[in-house]
């Protein structure tokens, strides 16, 4: 019994060294934007990697602590709040490290790093979790899989919101009478908006999986659809921005600045979701 505490002191450790390491890649990330200094990219891109690889960390230390309770053995904290924001937070990051690794543009370390920290100080700043047997709902293997589905497709919508605001910034630069400098070095309009389309076309079927799953549970659990809650109208709700969003891009005109405030309506939804559930409804809580 006296070993039970070193796993969640672990993961607790790793969740403060990622922090530190996220905050460190965003400000060398901030630097990179307006001095252009291959060294400063390469060390933000470094240092986001050890983040990942600490958030990674954390997860598997959470999960090894959970499992001293025989009745959790092998199974994940997937369906805890914990869990949840460890996962969302990892997620994000590593789709942010891969899609800079790729491109290379760090401005959006500007944008999708400072969601990173908030995702990272829920652990963070909250107590430790009580070495208890998981719920039946938490024991769920469907409530995992549509967990996982969500925290996916939240990760990818998250980076697309990165890539919106940079769009926009771009956008408002290259209208200035006098724009900075470094807004000659920002991505183009169009590989940013190549870039939105792309992360939303992959992360939205993933949400709707994830919300007819979850849907299907309800069903078959209290027999009723989804839309009596905070949780459950938001998903709708996103679920229909990025639907509008898709159909418009492909048949209509929305490109540029318009596909990137839909993204930005998006992400707020998201985000106004997380945090009214987490404070509103026992079961849906994310922190």
Not at 30 to 49: H, P, Q
Not at 89 to 96: E, P
Request: charged share 15%; with cysteine; glycine share 8%.
């Amino acid at each position: 019994m006296d070993i039970f505490p070193d796993f969640a002191a672990a993961s607790a450790w790793c969740v403060r060294l990622a922090f530190a390491f996220t905050l460190l890649a965003m400000a060398h990330g901030v630097y990179f934007v307006f001095n252009r200094k291959e060294k400063v990219f390469k060390a933000s891109l470094i240092l986001l990697g050890g983040a990942v690889l600490f958030q990674a960390a954390a997860f598997i230390a959470l999960t090894l602590f959970f499992w001293y309770v025989p009745e959790n053995r092998y199974l994940t904290p997937l369906n805890t709040p914990r869990g949840m924001v460890l996962a969302l937070g990892f997620c994000v990051n590593a789709l942010l490290l891969a899609l800079e690794m790729r491109r290379g543009t760090g401005v959006t370390f500007v944008f999708v790093l400072p969601w990173s920290l908030l995702l990272l100080a829920v652990p963070l700043f909250s107590a430790a979790p009580g070495l208890d047997a998981f719920t039946l709902q938490a024991r769920s293997g469907l409530s995992a899989l549509h967990n996982f589905l969500f925290i996916v497709s939240y990760g990818l919508f998250i980076n697309a919101f990165g890539a919106s605001s940079s769009l926009l910034l771009s956008d408002m630069e290259l209208r200035a009478r006098k724009p900075h400098e470094a807004a000659f070095a920002l991505p183009s309009i169009g590989d940013m908006d190549k870039l939105i389309w792309r992360l939303v076309e992959v992360g939205f079927p993933l949400f709707v999986g994830g919300f007819l799953l979850a849907s299907f549970q309800l069903y078959t659990k209290y027999g009723r659809l989804p839309g009596s809650d905070v949780k459950e109208l938001g998903a709708i709700a996103t679920l229909l921005v990025y639907g509008l969003y898709l159909v418009l891009r492909k048949y209509g005109d929305w490109r540029g600045t318009k596909a990137a405030w839909a993204n930005v309506a998006g992400f707020v939804l998201i985000a106004a979701t997380m945090m009214l559930s987490s404070r509103l409804i026992a079961y849906h809580k994310f922190f």
